[in-house]
């Protein structure tokens, strides 16, 4: 829907502020650019709809070159959202929204019609907010509006440049929580810029993380949590990410994929081979629907063998953790118990990963680098 293929930024100045870039954004898919101030977060996001002009390269939206469409006409089919969100003063809530259809030349029915609808999508009573001036919203208030302008002419592409950057941690979190949710019917393709390393593994589908004008990985939240591709990326979820960790947080930063899984129906001397091959102790037993039938171990697994038992027979459903229900506490308890891995599953009993001392270890020295470097160290 939006790609990139080694596009460059110069500035007059003689600034970098975006290195051969590569990048495809697909229909319906929500991308996060984040990375250190100055990256070219917000550049990248500015040249699609051609508030900056790439210096080479080329941009394509919907696979057309955006160099051969009317900046004007670009920006109508894409949806731009800033942090300082300028609503007009002077004109309602329903003005400020409509913008966008009014320029497209939508009928007056048509165009209250899809206020009405947004607003209400929104959790705000049309009746009430519809006649508003900005001067009488609240900052979240203000920021809803500001999104919904920029969804209101259906644009299937939307930019998003820290739009929820200036509002307190609690209404940031429902905001999310709402375009989050609002985007599960629209199927937008948003490509959404912040700092906020939370924000990013919360609302995406696949995060970009930049540094200076270039990509240093990408991947889905949980790829770019659990295999950082260098120190760089470690330190960049750490120092962000780690502080808010405490026992009391949930097990996602802590879930990895099992060493091994296995089918119910598969050879169970086949699986006993490859777990003593890869010296595991343990193998999950998974489903073709991913719900989770259960666990092996490795003596218990060698012991039903030798007595003529089948695989099912040797799994074991006494370990394990529920997601909806664990903190990171439990898993840590469980493992001093017995180092082995600890199964996840959700309350459906669909599985989701494993939590083992290493990922332990792993959060634990992320905490100790980040307090050193907090003490000058
Ligand atoms: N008009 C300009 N002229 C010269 N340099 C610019 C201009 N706009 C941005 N830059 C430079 O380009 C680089 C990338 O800027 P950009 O605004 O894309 O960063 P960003 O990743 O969005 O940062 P932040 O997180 O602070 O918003 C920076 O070094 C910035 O100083
Ligand atoms: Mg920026």
Wanted: hydrophobic fraction near 40%; charged fraction near 30%; charge should be negative.
């Amino acid at each position: 829907m939006v790609t990139f293929e080694a596009v460059s930024k110069v500035f007059a100045d003689g600034t970098e502020a975006v290195k051969e870039l590569d990048l495809e954004v697909g229909e319906g898919e929500f991308v996060v650019l984040i990375g250190p101030s100055g990256c070219g977060k917000t550049t990248s996001l500015k040249m699609i709809n051609r508030l900056e002009e790439s210096t080479s390269g080329r941009i394509r939206v919907n696979g057309r070159d955006i160099r051969s469409v009317d900046p004007v006409q670009l920006r109508r089919g894409i949806g731009y959202v800033i942090q300082e969100i300028a609503l007009w003063p002077h004109m309602s809530v329903a003005e400020n929204i409509g913008i966008v259809p009014r320029l497209l030349g939508w009928h007056s029915g048509r165009i209250d019609a899809r206020v009405d609808e947004l607003l209400a999508l929104a959790g705000l009573d049309p009746a009430k907010f519809r006649h508003r001036l900005p001067d009488q919203l609240s900052g979240g208030q203000k920021q809803r509006i500001g999104v919904l302008r920029a969804l209101a002419a259906d644009p299937p592409v939307v930019l998003m440049d820290e739009p929820f950057g200036a509002l307190d941690p609690i209404t940031r979190d429902v905001l999310q929580s709402e375009l989050k949710e609002l985007n599960k019917s629209l199927r937008k393709t948003i490509v959404f810029v912040t700092h906020d390393m939370d924000e990013a593994l919360k609302l995406a589908d696949r995060v970009v993380l930049m540094r200076q004008g270039k990509i240093e990985q990408m991947g889905s939240p949980e790829e770019i949590q659990n295999a950082p591709a260098n120190d760089f990326v470690r330190s960049f979820i750490g120092e962000d990410r780690l502080a808010s960790i405490s026992p009391e947080s949930s097990l996602e930063t802590l879930l990895h994929d099992p060493f091994l899984r296995v089918a119910p129906g598969e050879d169970p001397r086949d699986v006993l081979e490859r777990m003593e091959d890869d010296g595991l102790e343990t193998a999950q037993v998974v489903d073709a629907r991913g719900n989770w039938v259960g666990m092996l171990y490795l003596p218990v697994l060698k012991r039903t063998l030798r007595n003529g038992g089948t695989l099912r027979e040797a799994v074991r459903r006494n370990r394990k953790l529920i997601f909806e229900e664990a903190v990171i506490r439990d898993a840590a308890e469980m493992l001093a118990d017995m180092d082995l891995s600890i199964p996840v599953v959700n309350r459906e009993n669909v599985f989701l990963g494993v939590v083992t001392s290493g990922s332990l270890a792993r959060l634990a020295i992320g905490r100790l680098s980040r307090s050193r470097k907090e003490a000058g160290a």
